[in-house]
């Protein structure tokens, strides 16, 4: 696990590297747009170590609502909000957490991935089948909201899903089309109170598992 050409940092900066080499004036707009997001301190607001984590009811991917009190009576949670399926890096970070669940498992916490997608279209009927952790739906992202996790998307971003990559989030939504979270992760004790924290607006860098399962272990 300690291969550094594995890790989910390398997996992400090879793909920013290839969007530089491939589109370069798009990557060097991404980068802009990002340097004005931290200038403005997005994400400043996200829940800190040691608050307590909002509650909240969600549907899942097969439409049944799920309360994150009925997952913490289990044990600690792993809250990681993600942009969307058709997002490379979230799929990147989503089979990374993939490939670790069973450690997290072993140390008797739940992993949930929470998107602003509509619970029909938050994944791929296949990728459903190879995760094995709760997929959550946060139309608006209210619950993004809560956490201080919600991003006003820029319009060079929103111009760019649209125009060059055909995408209609207001319909993936089902609503806000110009709303995503900022990529956040989140280690609740039972309790509900963050143990750990994960928080970049550069949605093109993401938690690593192994400091997941760090935090985890620290909680035993």
């Not at 004005?36 to 608050?51: I, P, Y």
């Not at 899942?60 to 909000?81: R, S, W």
Request: aromatic share 6%; hydrophobic share 40%.
């Amino acid at each position: 696990m300690s291969d550094e050409s594995n890790t989910l940092k390398a997996q992400t900066e090879a793909k920013v590297a290839a969007g530089r080499k491939g589109n370069p004036d798009f990557m060097k707009g991404v980068d802009e747009t990002i340097a004005q997001a931290k200038a403005f301190q997005e994400g400043a607001n996200a829940l800190n170590l040691d608050q307590n984590a909002p509650r909240f009811e969600l549907p899942n991917q097969h439409g049944e609502q799920v309360l994150l009190d009925e997952l913490l009576a289990k044990g600690p949670v792993v809250i990681t909000f993600y942009r969307g399926s058709w997002c490379p890096y979230c799929n990147l970070q989503l089979k990374a957490l993939q490939s670790r669940l069973a450690e997290i498992h072993a140390l008797g916490a739940q992993l949930v991935a929470i998107s602003p997608q509509a619970p029909d279209g938050s994944m791929s009927e296949n990728d459903i089948r190879n995760m094995d952790f709760v997929v959550l739906s946060d139309q608006n992202a209210d619950v993004a909201a809560s956490y201080g996790v919600a991003w006003q998307v820029p319009a060079f971003l929103l111009d760019h899903m649209r125009e060059d990559r055909g995408l209609d989030l207001e319909s993936l939504n089902n609503g806000n089309g110009s709303i995503l979270p900022i990529p956040a992760t989140f280690v609740l004790d039972s309790e509900g109170k963050v143990t750990w924290r994960y928080v970049d607006v550069d949605y093109r860098t993401r938690s690593e598992p192994q400091d997941i399962i760090n935090a985890l272990k620290a909680l035993q």
